[in-house]
């Protein structure tokens, strides 16, 4: 289990616009910090929280995320 918070902490570290936390069930959820998308935005791909049952699934989400949010 070190390990994956260790993972997390990297993520909070490479992403700091994001809040991550693990649900009761172990689903980690990455949430943007201090933002509220508009429905533009959404539309175009971009999400307001994105989750997933491992860290590198949560890092591939967000780098998705990055890249479509270069392409708007």
Not at 8 to 24: E, G, H, N
Not at 29 to 42: F, H, K, P, Q
């Amino acid at each position: 289990m070190t390990t994956v918070g260790h993972d997390v902490d990297a993520l909070r570290t490479a992403f700091p616009d994001w809040s991550f936390f693990y649900s009761d069930e172990g689903v980690l959820y990455a949430t943007r910090r201090g933002v509220r998308l508009a429905d533009d935005e959404i539309h175009k791909g971009l999400h307001q929280t994105v989750s997933a049952d491992d860290v590198a699934t949560v890092l591939s989400l967000l780098e998705d995320q990055e890249r479509v949010a270069s392409m708007s």
